[in-house]
């Protein structure tokens, strides 16, 4: 007899802030894959254990997390793969395909959960530095900075919209030398970037995310004090 692992198949059908960080997480980290079987299975593969654990509680899954252990200075990457026919239909309604690394398309989330999807894409194929700039000067310049990156120049342009749409502004969108786009933000927009992710006018934030990307904002803040 076969062993069917449990996982909560109508996950992608109705939004939640859970659904929506996963969807957001999915677009940078995830793909759908079919085999010789037409088996489907959609899959996220990361270096954090500890939030693809998460993410596997939001799901309700039971499948088992694979591990593939780096070379030389490279990470380990964890695996959590799904197979599910329902599912996987479930990503296409939203505009996901087997191929979406160019034509990735940004789902119609619904406002309030709109925060959840660019967290969950910042934590997959986002990046925020801080430090000091101008350091030749004799002030030197505190500074912050967060990049969303793609291979999709049109998922970057509709994000930005959508951000814009909630007073997040003067993102700079660019093309580089890669095949794939950066769209930046500096210090004003990377704040109200954090306001927006992680507080979305909750007192305690308590949602998926990749804590150490967090920590950043927050030790920028402190040493603004």
């Known amino acids: 007899m076969p062993v069917y692992k449990k996982v909560n198949k109508g996950f992608f059908k109705k939004w939640s802030s859970d659904m ?24 996220i593969q990361i270096t954090d254990k500890k939030l693809l654990e998460q993410i596997k509680k939001a ?12 070379r030389g200075n490279e990470s380990a990457l964890y695996r959590l793969q799904i197979g599910s026919i329902e599912m996987c239909d ?52 505190l500074a912050i ?10 998922f970057l342009e509709i994000l930005k919209s959508k951000l ?24 004003h927009g990377s704040l109200k970037l ?10 305690d934030f308590s949602g998926l995310c990749l804590d150490r990307k967090k920590k950043i904002f927050e030790r920028f803040k402190k040493m603004r004090l």
């Open 90 to 141: 479930d990503l296409r309604k939203l505009g996901f395909s087997e191929r979406k690394t160019k034509s990735l398309a940004v789902p119609n989330v619904p406002d309030k959960y709109l925060a959840d999807f660019v967290r969950g894409y910042f934590d997959g194929d986002g990046s925020v530095w801080s430090g000091f700039v101008h350091k030749e000067r004799i002030t030197k310049l």
């Open 145 to 154: 900075r967060v990049i969303f990156t793609s291979c999709s120049k049109g």
């Open 194 to 203: 954090y306001n927006f992710m992680y507080n979305h006018k909750a007192k």
């Open 59 to 70: 799901i309700e899954s039971e499948h088992k997390i694979s591990t593939r252990f780096g």
């Open 164 to 187: 814009e749409d909630n007073q997040i502004t003067n993102g700079v969108l660019k093309k580089e030398k890669g095949n794939y786009c950066r769209l930046t933000y500096s210090i």
């Open 20 to 43: 929506a960080y996963v969807l957001g997480f999915f677009s940078a980290d995830g793909y759908i894959t079919v085999n010789k079987r037409g088996g489907q299975f959609w899959c």
